[in-house]
């Protein structure tokens, strides 16, 4: 036997071995699979950062809001200390291609179930039912009906479906403005050329609690549909059923009432009582 024909088949095997194992390496990234983790190691959370009293960086560099809260808990109960967690930026238009990518482990974004994003993400809950509302100046007293929205300029965010929902079914003549964030929709609101802003009611009243824009404008008071706020994971991820337990554990504790009353009760905002797992109020 050849020694040095040996040794050559012996480093081209090795090399064959390397190369299968990063080429599926990659080909599981590119896929977006999902990651393992254990105690210990960081998790990846995505967020929204411009929503006080929902989910907010500050500037600073430190995180608040209820979204923050639940997205904490879960995460203690999946074994990760608040220090695991790398935050990122979740923004309306972003969380599917997030999630699908495997840029994440999971979103609490203000994040609304339906069907056209179930069928390419999963959802863990609901842990709060929000219901749309609209913004508007406290001076303004020409918006006192839904209807009243038809050729007023109404601003949204970018992949969000609040303002859609307003033209279809409730103000068909309504102006859609859709902005990049809601901080852009609140300098239109408050400069006059925006005339209401449309969400969820506890985005909105976590926006109308901020001491800039204190006394400034004013809810709506219009309940123009149900939010299912749910956890985002990536499609057949078993995080699923975990988080859904981790919730379940947060409302019957009394965390999940603590986290409400703290970060939206400051602006009177009247939650509706914790949702059951697994059921969405049509």
Known sequence: M?????????????????????????ANAAAGAPRDHGDGDKITVGIKFDQPGIGLKTPDGTYTGLDVDVAT?????LGHQPSDIVWKEAKSADRETLLQRGDVDFIAASYSIND??????????PYLLAHQDVLIRADDDSIKKPSDLNNKKLCSVTGSTSAQNVKDKIAPDAQLQEYGGYSECLTGLENGVIDAVTTDDSILAGY?????????????????????????VQKGSDLKGKINTA?????????????????????????EPAPKIGVVVQ
């Open 116 to 125: 056209k994003r179930a069928e390419k993400v999963d959802f863990a809950g």
């Open 73 to 77: 808990y879960v995460a203690k109960q």
């Open 2 to 26: 050849n020694p040095l024909r040996t040794s050559r088949a012996v480093v081209a095997a090795a090399a064959a071995v390397v190369l299968s194992v990063t080429s599926a390496g990659f």
């Open 247 to 271: 919730l379940e554990k947060m409302v019957a504790d009394g965390s999940w009432e603590a986290a409400v009353k703290k970060n939206l009760g400051p602006a009177g905002y009247q939650n």
């Open 208 to 232: 109308a609690s901020q001491p800039e824009f204190k006394g400034k404008f004013k809810l709506g008071g219009f309940k123009m549909s149900n939010e299912n706020y749910g956890i985002g």
